[in-house]
């Protein structure tokens, strides 16, 4: 699958080729803690900043050499690597439960 417009920073950052690119345009921001912080986000909210590409050939330029990358695609394994809980859990006994840490209201008039 090759890039487009639809393409998520984290799928830039996980391939060297794409991030080649955007490293020769954009030197040093993918470095960035907030590109990190945002790694689902769409790689066209840094693509359309004003302040990182003000001309709008660069930017096609840049877009037009990534749809000419593959994506990489992680592999995945087929066992899950959360496990689920198992069936039965423990059950609290009930007179447990009832017990709170304050005293009991007092009602005027009782």
Same mark, same amino acid.
């Given at each position: 699958m090759k890039f !487009? @417009?639809? /393409? @998520?920073i984290h799928e830039v950052l996980e391939t060297p080729? /794409? @991030?080649a690119v955007v490293d020769r345009y954009l030197p040093c921001v993918l470095d960035q803690p $907030?590109?990190?912080a945002q790694r689902s986000g769409p790689l066209r909210f840094v693509l359309d900043h004003p302040v990182l590409i003000d001309d709008p050939r660069v930017k096609e330029q840049i877009w037009q050499e990534l749809t $000419?990358? !593959?994506i990489a695609v992680p592999e995945r394994d087929d066992e899950p690597k959360v496990q689920p809980l198992p069936a039965t859990r /423990?059950?609290?006994? @009930?007179? !447990?439960r009832r017990?709170?840490?304050?005293?009991?209201r007092r009602v005027a008039g009782r």
């Open positions: !487009d @417009r639809s /393409a @998520r080729q /794409a @991030r $907030q590109i990190h $000419q990358i !593959d /423990a059950r609290t006994p @009930r007179k !447990d017990r709170s840490p304050c005293p009991p």
